[in-house]
């Protein structure tokens, strides 16, 4: 097995409910570790920066509003096949569709306000990790 990075989200919803402490012990748990965290608040223009590759979807406007509207916390996990077991303690990104146990079935609202986002392969994860942290912010 590799050892990976991959960058997480807490979205604006699980930051106003007080709920990252929550969502970062059950990655801790499944042995990923934090090796770079920040909270910010996006600006309009870094989230459609970020979602960029979504940029002719239909739900692009909602949500680069949404993920501009109230801080998130930015982190680099690392660990054994960290991608995938990121995106399998997440969860289903519609929490109704979303597997016992997970995040989103725990912690989601709807499609949108699911509580966390994740890096979809770890290609994605080393571009999505330089949209927030330098190479400097990452203490492994």
Same mark, same amino acid.
Request: net charge negative; aromatic share 8%; glycine share 8%.
């Given at each position: 097995m590799a050892v990976e990075r991959t960058l997480s989200i807490i979205k604006p919803d699980a930051t106003g409910r007080n709920i990252t402490g929550r969502i970062n012990t059950q990655f801790e748990d499944? =042995?990923? %570790?934090?090796?770079a965290q920040k909270r910010l %608040?996006?600006? %309009? /223009?870094?989230? /459609?920066?970020f979602y960029a590759v979504h940029s002719e979807r239909s739900f692009y406007g909602d949500l680069c509003e949404y993920m501009s509207s109230g801080p998130v916390v930015?982190?680099?996990? /690392?660990g054994e096949n960290a991608v995938a077991l990121h995106r399998e303690i997440m969860g289903a990104t519609n929490p109704a569709?979303?597997?016992? =146990?997970?995040? %989103? &079935?725990q912690f989601g609202l709807n499609?949108?306000?699911? $509580?966390?986002? =994740? $890096?979809? $392969?770890?290609e994605n994860a080393?571009? /999505?990790? &330089?949209?927030?942290? =330098?190479?400097r912010d990452i203490v492994g």
């Amino acid at each position: 097995m590799a050892v990976e990075r991959t960058l997480s989200i807490i979205k604006p919803d699980a930051t106003g409910r007080n709920i990252t402490g929550r969502i970062n012990t059950q990655f801790e748990d499944a =042995g990923l %570790r934090i090796i770079a965290q920040k909270r910010l %608040r996006l600006t %309009r /223009e870094q989230a /459609e920066a970020f979602y960029a590759v979504h940029s002719e979807r239909s739900f692009y406007g909602d949500l680069c509003e949404y993920m501009s509207s109230g801080p998130v916390v930015a982190q680099v996990l /690392e660990g054994e096949n960290a991608v995938a077991l990121h995106r399998e303690i997440m969860g289903a990104t519609n929490p109704a569709n979303a597997a016992d =146990g997970t995040i %989103r &079935k725990q912690f989601g609202l709807n499609v949108q306000e699911n $509580s966390v986002h =994740g $890096s979809d $392969s770890p290609e994605n994860a080393a571009q /999505e990790i &330089k949209f927030f942290f =330098g190479d400097r912010d990452i203490v492994g």
